[in-house]
């Protein structure tokens, strides 16, 4: 099969446009007015990302010109919330600057609702706030249209080009068109990845024709850790996986619930149960415990106490706030606006809110940086917060000259949500403009490394074309996998060893051990995916992408022996929260020659009182 190759060059290219690739377009346009600004996306940026079907909150503003809170306040709220490890700096960052984005939308056309006795915007919570945000994503996504020089949708980027001659130095990437099957090269001096977070990296509670509903938006494939590990970015915090509480089996979020509606969550009969596990929390967890509001984990841990004693289902109980029309309406909303699946659940199994409770489950972990996880890269800070432990240049860049990452690629500054990663990208795009400025020329890629990269990519539709006559029918060859086919395998293989909901998020060193030994297994058979047509070759890529998180994730939980996040993941052969040795970020690095990776530590410094 010939298929045609494109060259694309650019100043800056930005890889995903989802809430962060549109913050970093944007910035990018405004700074760089001279430059070329490109953006790549595998769907198509109108709808794509995590708020491709719109959301019912903006979960991270400060409010500061109403003085609701401060950056200090908000550094201090995710401290607590991530049981006392986070990059403060990043997160002071975020917060200092959020409060102007969400303005912009607001200017762009986004619905907020306003409090109509207070002039300012109706609080959810006390960092969230309500909007009509079913068109959240075309709007912002207009904006980064205007600012890009061009958008390139329906691209997905495979791998991430480094400077020929000096390889710890970005130079462009590789992926193909999902529809018509072009090899696409773009060379660039910065790259900005905002591909996304990881969902099916672990089995899903949802089975059968229910598989692809995830919380988590299924198409986030850990594109974003993949692309960087792959080209040695040394990452942080990958064993901190985000298990979130949601309606069950739509998945449909708590948070208006229980921070906008008052909803209390009670075990099957009829007991609040949040606050229940105090004693025992404080005794493995220290202090955290007592910390306002209860961290997020710990709200998961005092469920699954309740589920493993037998007393579950856990409900939630909207048929006891629904009382007005105003509240109906928002909690209808809540769910049309940004998981319509839960309405289609009630629709489907005859619950009427306003009558009758939901159940509550616990979701199968996700791998992110924006939500009350922080997963993803080791990054710079900016310069007037950083300490010199967090500063190396230019805000947002990883260890790899060039490379800047922002949204969920980035990790250790949790709860950021869409319009901090929005936020993030910004924050990017601008250091990102004084990156390029002052490194003008362009990195080299040689023919070869393209030529066989373009051969690598391609290569599950050649196992298909020729395993393909080996069978007479069927799905089930001898010679090739399909990625669903293996998909599946490594959600079981997470699921079963790195602490995923069959065994109530425990493992412990020897299962850890084992499923690194079952992974490297599986890993073999990756050359042996097959895809019949370019879907199934996304499908491929995806995979991998998924498979080199995972290892990621895995390795850092096997290197933190103890329990730092407990309703997240549980070290059955560590139970404690251990800050005498481990309040420390965990880092990791691949070196790309020899495959190795290697696992350290790095500090956690407290910046705010
Ligand atoms: O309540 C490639 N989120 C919420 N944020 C809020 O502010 N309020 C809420 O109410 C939120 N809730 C919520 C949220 C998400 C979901 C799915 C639901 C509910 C159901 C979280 C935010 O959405 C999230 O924090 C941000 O979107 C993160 O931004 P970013 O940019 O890091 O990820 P993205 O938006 O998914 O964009 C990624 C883009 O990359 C593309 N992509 N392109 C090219 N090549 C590749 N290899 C690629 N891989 C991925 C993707 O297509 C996408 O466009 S609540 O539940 O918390
Ligand atoms: P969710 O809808 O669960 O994604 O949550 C949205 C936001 O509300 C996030 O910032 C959560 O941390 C927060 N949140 C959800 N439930 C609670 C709760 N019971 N108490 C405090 N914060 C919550």
Redesign the pocket.
């Known amino acids: 099969m010939i298929l045609k190759t494109k060259t694309v060059n650019c100043d800056i290219l930005i890889i995903g446009g989802g809430m962060a690739g549109c913050g970093a377009a944007y910035e990018a346009g405004y700074w760089g007015r001279n430059l070329n600004i490109v953006v790549v996306e595998k769907a198509q940026i109108e709808r794509s990302g995590a708020v491709a079907m719109g959301l019912s909150?903006i979960?991270c503003y400060m409010g500061m010109r109403w003085n609701e809170n401060t950056p200090e306040d908000f550094v201090r709220y995710t401290r607590n919330?991530l049981m006392g490890l986070v990059r403060e700096d990043l997160e002071f960052d975020i917060a200092r600057h959020v409060d102007s984005t969400v303005h912009l939308f607001e200017e762009w056309g986004l619905p907020i609702i306003y409090d109509q006795q207070t002039g300012r915007y109706k609080r959810?919570?006390k960092?969230?706030i309500l909007i009509h945000g079913e068109s959240y994503k075309p709007i912002v996504a207009e904006a980064a249209t205007k600012a890009a020089s061009k958008i390139y949708n329906r691209i997905m980027i495979t791998h991430l080009l480094t400077d020929e001659t000096y390889p710890g130095r970005i130079a462009g990437a590789v992926g193909f068109h999902v529809r018509e099957g072009t090899f696409y090269v773009f060379r660039a001096k910065a790259v900005i990845v905002a591909s996304g977070g990881g969902t099916h990296i672990y089995r899903p509670r949802s089975v059968g024709e229910g598989a692809g509903r995830t919380w988590y938006a299924p198409w986030s494939t850990g594109s974003a850790y993949a692309l960087i590990i792959g080209v040695g970015a040394e990452m942080t915090q990958m064993e901190n996986k985000l298990v979130?509480?949601?309606f069950k089996d739509g998945y449909g979020?708590?948070?208006?619930w229980?921070?906008a509606l008052k909803a209390v969550a009670t075990n099957a009969y009829g007991e609040a149960y949040?606050m229940k596990y105090l004693k025992d929390q404080r005794a493995l967890y220290g202090n955290y415990v007592d910390s306002k509001?209860?961290p997020?984990c710990l709200?998961n841990d005092a469920m699954l106490r309740e589920i493993k004693a037998g007393r579950h289902p856990i409900y939630i109980h909207t048929e006891r706030v629904l009382d007005t029309r105003e509240k109906e309406e928002l909690g209808h909303e809540d769910f049309l606006d940004m998981t319509m699946s839960q309405t289609i659940v009630w629709a489907s199994q005859n619950i009427d809110p306003k009558k009758t409770p939901s159940e509550l489950q616990t979701s199968e972990p996700y791998i992110m940086g924006s939500?009350?996880t922080c997963s993803g890269a080791w990054a710079s800070g900016p310069q007037d917060l950083s300490p010199k432990e967090y500063f190396w240049g230019y805000n947002r860049m990883t260890t790899v000259e060039g490379l800047f990452g922002a949204g969920d690629t980035i990790g250790g500054s949790a709860?950021k949500?869409s319009s901090g990663s929005f936020t993030e990208g910004r924050l990017a795009a601008k250091a990102a403009v004084a990156y390029v400025a002052e490194r003008p020329a362009m990195p080299e890629v040689s023919e070869k490394t393209v030529a066989d990269l373009k051969t690598e990519i391609f290569q599950p539709l050649e196992n298909f074309s020729l395993g393909r006559n080996l069978i007479v029918k069927g799905t089930v060859s001898p010679s090739y996998l399909y990625a669903d086919q293996f998909v599946i395998r490594l959600e079981k293989l997470m699921d079963e060893y790195v602490g995923g909901w069959g065994p109530m998020y425990t493992t412990n060193e020897i299962l850890l051990n084992r499923g690194l030994e079952l992974l490297t297994m599986l890993k073999d058979d990756l050359a042996h995916v097959a895809a019949e047509d370019l879907h199934q070759l996304q499908r491929a890529w995806e995979l991998h992408h998924r498979v080199m998180t995972a290892e990621a994730v895995l390795r850092h939980t096997i290197f933190r022996k103890e329990t730092r996040w407990p309703g997240y993941c549980y070290r059955a052969d560590f139970p404690k929260l251990d800050d005498e040795h481990w309040h420390v970020f965990v880092n990791s690095k691949l070196d790309r020659a020899t495959g190795n990776w290697q696992l350290f530590t790095r500090p956690c410094l407290q910046l705010v009182t």
């Not at 979020?253 to 208006?256: D, F, N, S």
């Open positions: 909150a979960n919330d959810e919570g960092w969230q979130v509480t949601r979020p708590v948070g208006a229980f921070l949040e509001p209860f997020t709200r939500h009350a709860h949500f």
